[in-house]
T-cell receptor
Framework: KQEVTQIPAALSVPEGENLVLNCSFT??????LQWFRQDPGKGLTSLLL?????REQTSGRLNASLDKSSGRSTLYIAASQPGDSATYLCAGTNDYKLSFGAGTTVTVRA | EPEVTQTPSHQVTQMGQEVILRCVPI?????FYWYRQILGQKVEFLVSFYNNEISEKSEIFDDQFSVERPDGSNFTLKIRSTKLEDSAMYFCASSGEGTGGYTFGSGTRLTVV
């Protein structure tokens, strides 16, 4: 069973600082690693999908890397803005279901 | 961009009552899922559905729960005889063939009183 851990649980940074969010998983035979954003009381918005044959994906200010051998993924958010404040979840799959981490709650201070 | 649609967004029900949560997955997706998130906890898998049958279910998904695809577009989760501990956000998701990503709906917040 895939276990996913996210550290830190919470992060507060001033606007403009780069964010680094960490995700670790136990089973290196991972198919996909997907990063989501969740606003309070809301649904899950997909940010980036990294397939097992890929090492990273980029979208705008977001970049996510995947290192299967070390069981880690990192989400980088460049030049953070107050609108980036949210909880970020990573989720991995070895089959057709996702295993989620508990998330990192980010606060970007104006 | 295609969306997964869930209704209702919020449902309050009395303990012991039955509820049906509804979802319209993305039209060309083949795999359908229900997940739930109890307040302050991780998102957890309930069930996956493919080719008109359950392909996998978690230990949470006991006889109290059932899923159905009554027509070509809707996907429902029925919870019989609701309990206080069923209070959670329930998410529907769908995915296409192969190792593509998952698209989630905005969720139904179920409150059992």
């Amino acid at each position: 069973k895939q276990e996913v851990t996210q550290i830190p649980a919470a992060l507060s940074v001033p606007e403009g600082e780069n964010l680094v969010l960490n995700c670790s998983f136990t089973d290196s035979a991972i198919y996909n690693l997907q990063w989501f954003r969740q606003d309070p009381g809301k649904g899950l918005t997909s940010l980036l999908l990294i397939q097992s044959s890929q090492r990273e994906q980029t979208s705008g200010r977001l970049n996510a890397s995947l290192d299967k051998s070390s069981g880690r993924s990192t989400l980088y958010i460049a030049a953070s803005q107050p609108g980036d404040s949210a909880t970020y979840l990573c989720a991995g799959t070895n089959d057709y279901k996702l295993s989620f981490g508990a998330g990192t709650t980010v606060t970007v201070r104006a | 961009e295609p969306e997964v649609t869930q209704t209702p967004s919020h449902q309050v029900t009395q303990m012991g009552q039955e509820v049906i949560l509804r979802c319209v997955p993305i039209s060309n997706h083949l795999y359908f899922y229900w997940y739930r998130q109890i307040l302050g906890q991780k998102v957890e898998f309930l069930v996956s559905f493919y080719n008109n049958e359950i392909s996998e279910k978690s230990e949470i998904f006991d006889d109290q729960f059932s899923v159905e695809r009554p027509d070509g577009s809707n996907f429902t989760l029925k919870i019989r005889s609701t309990k206080l501990e069923d209070s959670a956000m329930y998410f529907c998701a769908s995915s296409g063939e192969g190792t593509g990503g998952y698209t989630f709906g905005s969720g139904t917040r179920l409150t059992v009183v």
